[in-house]
């Protein structure tokens, strides 16, 4: 049973720049979060998507934007990119519904020079 | 304002003894309270949980303590093992054990277990 997966493992981009990462939930999962944690830092909710819709948000600008498909697959989208952006990316799905933990994928680290 | 506080940011113990991780919370709205283990190049994952009309929950060598009043929950590993050296997070949620609710992470306490 593959967990939640992530791409890519590794980003570089400049300032100014927009990125997208992706997000497979594991199977069975409809529910997907993401998070960002800098260094040294716990991972800090940006916001979650159930039904292709953002149900939370986090304190987060609204360059940071997302997107759940029919698959339950997500993506994160940051546009205008800081330096403060540089973080790993964390992706965690769960089911609506359901007792349980959120399962976290490996992450994406992006780094912005 | 840090919601979900982790004051010890290491810890290191020997191979058998107890560890004890240790973790403060501020918001009375937080029901529901995890812990997590993060290796290096690998995403959290989950350790245990525990409801807050529970005081305690045991799972193996895990344990987790959860007092109210003090608005304090500590995880205690007996016997500590090396494959325990990780870095472990502490989480909570308004959302009981419900696991759609967004977390609340503390910054980490990194645990050493050597021989």
């Known amino acids: 049973d593959a967990g939640v997966t992530q791409s890519p493992t590794h980003l570089i981009k400049t300032r100014g720049q927009q990125v997208t990462l992706r997000c497979s939930p594991k199977s069975g999962h409809d529910t997907v979060s993401w998070y960002q944690q800098a260094l040294g830092q716990g991972p800090q909710f940006i916001f979650q998507y159930y039904e292709e819709e953002e149900r939370q948000r986090g304190n987060f600008p609204d360059r940071f934007s997302g997107h759940q498909f029919p698959n339950y697959s997500s993506e994160l989208n940051v546009n205008a990119l800081l330096l403060g952006d540089s973080a790993l990316y964390l992706c965690?799905?769960?089911?609506?519904?359901?007792?349980?933990?959120?399962?976290f994928g490996p992450g994406t680290r992006l780094t912005v020079t | 304002d840090q919601q979900v506080k982790q004051n010890s940011p290491s810890l290191s113990v020997q191979e058998g003894r107890i560890s004890i991780l240790n973790c403060d919370y501020t918001?009375?709205?937080?029901?529901?309270f995890l812990w997590y283990k993060k290796y290096p190049a690998e995403g959290p994952t989950f350790l245990i949980s525990i409801s807050s009309i529970k005081d305690k929950n045991e799972d193996g060598r895990f344990t987790v303590f959860l007092n109210k009043s003090a608005k304090h929950l500590s995880l205690h590993i007996v016997p500590s093992q090396p494959g325990d050296s990780a870095v472990y997070f502490c989480?909570?949620?308004?959302?009981?054990?419900?696991?759609?609710?967004?977390?609340?992470f503390g910054t980490g306490t990194r645990l050493q277990v050597f021989p």
């Open positions: 918001n009375s709205m937080f029901d529901y």
């Open positions: 965690a799905s769960s089911q609506t519904g359901h007792y349980g933990e959120q399962y």
């Open positions: 989480a909570a949620s308004e959302g009981g054990a419900y696991n759609t609710d967004k977390l609340i």
